[in-house]
């Protein structure tokens, strides 16, 4: 996860916490100030990561298809174009 996809999910977690509490945007409250009401740490960024660490541990211990494509193993030709499937899409 990049810095520009790590500021995204900060901001969404920030304001799914001011929704919850009902925070106008008029008031002029500090990320800080809105963490201290709600008792809360910036936590969506590292619970994402965590799941996505899983998520490649699972595939690894597995055999099949997932684990020849991370691994790059497939043999044969290259058909098509190449796909690349980016975590934070712009």
């Known amino acids: ?8 999910f900060d901001r969404v977690e920030m304001r ?3 929704r ?3 925070i106008s945007w008029v ?3 500090s990320n800080e100030k809105v963490l201290q009401m709600v008792k809360m740490e910036v936590s969506l960024p590292i619970t994402i990561r965590k799941r996505q660490l899983n998520f490649v541990g699972h595939v690894v211990r597995k055999e099949g298809l997932e684990k020849l ?8 030709r290259q058909r098509g174009r190449s796909i690349w ?5 712009q």
Do not use: T
């Not at 499937?85 to 899409?89: R, S």
């Open 1 to 8: 996860m990049n810095a520009s996809c790590r500021k995204k």
């Open 16 to 18: 799914f916490y001011r």
């Open 20 to 22: 919850i509490m009902r």
């Open 27 to 29: 008031k002029k409250l």
């Open 69 to 76: 494509v991370q691994e790059g193993k497939i043999k044969g």
């Open 85 to 89: 499937i980016a975590w934070c899409p």
